[in-house]
């Protein structure tokens, strides 16, 4: 309160009254202060049923100053109470020379503005009521929240200090204002984590307050703990997202929080606490965890089919083991789906690739697997022996030759052990620390062979294990051997033929020689396709002069020479006879000796004989 050239010695009072009937009565606040004050009302003293309010402000000028000074006063209401639009209802004064005004400045503040007292007064008063109309429940103080609340105070406010003051039979005494929870009341939170949950936060208007916060309820009030000074909400145990606790078991936890002062004023907040997944293991990166995942590492078995066992004793168990008897032949390809596998990484193509949608059901197992088998069905293995699952067997057709060498074509490629491709005869079992990824791959193993079928055919006798070598012979048709004058066409073809069934070894290649001859002009044409009006297969065949050698090296399928099988070569041939002669050049063929890693060389050559008669021919 200002006021000119005088001390205002301020008292205060505020009545409340029961009902309407029984106003002018109260209790009265005498306080002396030097400025204006605030006056601020808490939740903690009773006023009236319509939620009434009457100020009766009691002035004393002990010093009999003049008119003109002014007063101000401003209400302000506890956190979650709000003062009606147009508040004032009643105004009503003594020795002051006319009525002020209040003005509403926000939901929870109201001043009340006035003149000075009369010149010469001793003392007056200022009565102010609110909502003083009978039967309408519209109360000066009112909350959109907790409804028409039953306690109230004062508290004086002096500049940047504040002292509350509460209303009472005996006079002045301390009040006490309401916290209120400001923490959020929905969290998210990740599984597995032993971080804090939630910090009870919260603000009180009382100096000094001291708040402490506790679990007050909820039905899933018994999985947390609280400090009740920090107020950190933990997990008792770290929550699981596919294993829940929650009274409903949906991974979404609820609780109830309250925040009191010292006094015993308390807030109360309902928390929700959602649990979210944290994507864990996942072998084969296909977004679905090994716990929940039918097929853990995407190779179209079920892993309650693979198991938790170690066939090849590697250190990974089948499930998550891409060739899982160390073959160097992964298991897609040995159950018969190696079409599933183009990128031949030993998993089904794209089910890693979170932009194409190859699992609808988001159960690990590829959704081609399924339209294939049926619903969380997976792939049933390959059996080529009755009772073994051909990839949980180191020899597939029981033939006597391991996987290992029919698949790599190699008599050596399962090394010591004749079990495992283990080409380096490192020491048996291979593991993962010596010779084998954490994938279950064979670390020498290029896994490039594909599903082959000299791996479940049976035959040892074709198998590379035998020591049935190729064989390979030649037989030469020539279309005319008698030339008669100076020079004749002699075109030719060979049959090149492979007598044991036996493939050729690609490492060493298919080769046929013939003689050059100043006589013989002969001529390759890779393009030609027949001859003497026989098909023929030049394109399968390159070809070099050397040494004195026409050599013609077999090129088809990949260089093998495929057992059982011939190939021809057609030649063109010019013979040109000598001066006024006659007689015979023979035209031999030959296989060279160790073609395609044969042994057998009695076989090897053919020939022809051309006759010439050059006599008086020219």
């Known amino acids: 309160m200002n006021i000119l050239n005088s001390k205002l010695i301020l008292f205060f009072c505020l009545l409340i009254f029961i009902s309407l009937e029984v106003k002018g009565q109260g209790l009265f606040i005498n306080y002396i202060t030097q400025s204006s004050p605030n006056l601020c009302v808490p939740p903690d003293a009773p006023y009236g049923d319509y939620g009434e309010l009457i100020f009766e402000i009691n002035y004393k000028n002990d010093d009999g100053g003049a008119n003109g000074g002014t007063f101000e006063h401003t209400v302000i209401l506890p956190i979650g109470l709000e003062w009606p639009l147009n508040p004032l209802v009643y105004w ?28 010469g007064a001793v003392g007056g008063w200022i009565r102010l009521r609110c909502n003083a109309v009978t039967n309408v429940p519209d109360p000066c103080l009112y909350s959109t929240n907790f409804g028409v609340l039953r306690n109230v105070g004062i508290q004086f406010a002096f500049g940047s200090s504040k002292q509350c003051l509460k209303v009472s039979d005996q006079g002045i005494g301390q009040c006490n204002i309401r916290p209120l929870i400001t923490s959020s009341s929905s969290v998210k939170y990740f599984e597995n984590s032993t971080e804090v949950v939630l910090k009870v936060e919260g603000v009180d208007e009382d100096l000094g307050a001291v708040l402490t916060s506790s679990i007050v309820g909820g039905v899933d009030a018994d999985v947390f703990n609280i400090d009740p000074y920090t107020g950190e909400i933990t997990f008792k145990t770290s929550p699981d997202f596919e294993a829940p606790t929650d009274d409903d078991l949906n991974n979404v936890y609820h609780l109830t929080v309250s925040l009191c002062d010292q006094g015993g004023l308390c807030d109360v907040q309902n928390v929700e606490v ?51 008897d160390n073959d160097g032949i992964y298991d897609i390809v040995e159950v018969g789906t190696s079409y599933l596998d183009a990128n031949n990484d030993g ?55 391991s996987d290992a060498n029919e698949a790599y074509k190699n008599v050596n490629s399962d090394g010591i052990g004749n079990q495992y491709y283990n080409p380096n005869d490192l020491i048996e079992p291979l593991t993962i620390t010596n010779g084998v990824d954490s994938d279950g791959r064979v670390i020498a193993a290029l896994y490039d062979t594909g599903d082959v079928e000299k791996v479940i055919d049976r035959d040892f006798n074709s198998s590379i294990c035998n020591p049935v070598f190729p064989d390979f012979y030649p037989t030469l048709f020539t279309g005319k051997t008698l030339v008669i004058g100076r020079s004749a066409s002699i075109d030719f073809y060979i049959i090149v033929g492979e007598a044991k069934g036996s493939d050729s070894d690609e490492s060493i290649p298919v080769e046929v020689r013939i003689p050059d001859s100043d006589r013989l002009k002969m001529e390759f044409v890779p393009s030609l396709v ?19 050698l026409h050599k013609f090296t077999y090129i088809g399928n990949g260089g093998v020479f ?53 006599i008086g021919k020219y």
């Open 92 to 119: 009503e004064t003594f020795n002051f020379p006319y009525s002020g005004s209040v003005t509403r400045l926000n939901s929870r503040t109201i001043s009340i503005n006035g003149p000075d007292l009369r010149f």
């Open 274 to 324: 959602e649990v979210l997944n944290v994507l864990e293991k996942d072998t084969d990166g296909d977004g679905v965890e090994d716990l929940i995942d039918l097929d853990d590492d995407n190779d179209g078995i079920l892993d309650v089919v693979e198991g938790s066992n170690d066939f090849d004793e590697d250190g990974v168990p089948n499930s998550l083991d891409l060739d899982s």
């Open 347 to 401: 998993r089904i193509d794209n089910m890693d690739n979170n932009t194409v949608n190859l699992d609808v059901d988001e159960d690990g197992l590829a959704d081609s697997v399924e339209t294939i088998n049926g619903n969380d069905t997976g792939t049933t293995p390959r059996e080529t022996i009755s009772g073994v699952m051909d990839y949980l067997s180191s020899d597939s057709d029981n033939d006597g030759c």
């Open 530 to 548: 027949t001859i003497n009006g026989v098909d023929i297969d030049n394109s399968l065949w390159s070809y070099k002069k050397e040494l004195g």
């Open 562 to 614: 495929t057992g059982n099988t011939f190939s021809k070569i057609g030649i063109k041939a010019v013979f040109n006879s000598p001066e006024n002669a006659k007689g015979k050049l023979p035209l031999k063929v030959t296989v060279k000796y160790d073609s395609g890693g044969q042994i057998n060389i009695k076989n090897d050559n053919d020939e022809d004989i051309i006759e010439y008669n050059n």
